[in-house]
């Protein structure tokens, strides 16, 4: 075994002080784990679309010595992103011990109404999750160690999907496949892509976002009333506790507690709470039920 694939087994191996760099941190996941990172002596280099509004978090034990506050879009384009994390990295600890893509969007939209609404996520949920890595990496190749935290989702796999949803779906479902590649190819460099697909957190205002179709058609109308009234019902109710999940993530990255000397999943992925594995369990056995019902039907069609 090299000694890179070596290096990305565990995270006992980044050099301290370790440096966080966090999308979307004014709320939400991003608000907590900067909170606990800060709060076991970590430094930070924390992102949101408003500088105003991250100005406003109050972060306990936050100072210029830990603490480095970006105003960032990460739909702003590869090269604008690009500069502002290299001219954050260069101002603070110059380097990144670890990336987490956390910021994120999501609308409900039915798919033949809402075109500009999946462009939206797609550049989001995906492109910008992009743009913010490519800007990241140089510095981890560098130091030759580094973790990749892509935040996807359990509704790629959820069965069946759930309806008026599919522009989030959609734009997960491209940042899995990307980050799966992805880690193939920085795993030589001593860099651990890793992906966290969460179930369902009761987190601030994540389903505050409005039915607004750039195509309305009437058909839709009595479908499109139906997934409104169920999922403005949802905020509230959701199971999991983002306070404990963000400790848990941290102390898995940190390889520390329960993690200890565990490495990390050969697959990359974090299945994130209960109904997260509960629904790959049932999306696995849907498709495995498929697969028996139809196969061999399409099997013999290669080059004879």
Not at 3 to 11: G, Q
Not at 157 to 172: C, E, M
Not at 248 to 270: C, I, S, T
Request: glycine share 10%; charged share 25%; net charge neutral.
């Amino acid at each position: 075994m090299s000694s890179a694939t070596e290096r990305v087994i565990s995270s006992s191996s980044l050099k301290p002080p370790l440096v966080w760099l966090i999308t979307g941190t004014n709320s939400g996941f991003g608000r907590r784990l900067t909170q606990i990172a800060l709060s076991r002596g970590d430094k930070v280099i924390a992102t949101a679309r408003s500088l105003e509004k991250l100005r406003a978090v109050k972060f306990e034990n936050a100072s210029k010595e830990n603490l480095h506050l970006v105003q960032l879009d990460v739909t702003e384009g590869s090269t604008i992103v690009k500069e502002k994390i290299e001219n954050a990295v260069k101002e603070s600890w110059g380097k990144v011990s670890i990336l987490v893509n956390n910021a994120g969007s999501g609308s409900p939209a039915l798919a033949e109404e809402g075109e500009e609404i999946f462009r939206k996520a797609i550049e989001t949920n995906f492109f910008g999750v992009i743009s913010v890595t490519n800007a990241v990496l140089p510095f981890m190749r560098a130091k030759k160690e580094g973790i990749v935290v892509t935040i996807g989702s359990r509704m790629t796999w959820k069965t069946p999907a759930l309806v008026g949803l599919g522009s989030y779906r959609a734009s997960k479902a491209a940042v899995h496949a990307w980050a799966e590649t992805l880690a193939q190819e920085i795993k030589p460099f001593g860099i651990q892509g890793l992906i966290v697909a969460p179930g369902a957190f009761r987190t601030e205002g994540i389903y505050g976002n409005y039915w607004a179709p750039s195509n309305p058609i009437p058909d839709y109308a009595p479908m499109r009333q139906k997934i409104d009234e169920f999922f403005f019902t949802i905020g509230g109710t959701e199971p999991g506790n983002p306070d404990k999940a963000m400790n848990l993530l941290f102390q898995f990255l940190r390889q520390e507690g329960p993690f200890e000397g565990k490495g990390f999943p050969d697959n990359g992925y974090v299945y994130f709470g209960h109904d997260s594995e509960k629904n790959l369990e049932e999306a696995c056995e849907a498709n495995l039920s498929s697969l028996e019902k139809w196969r061999g039907y399409f099997k013999d069609i290669d080059i004879e």
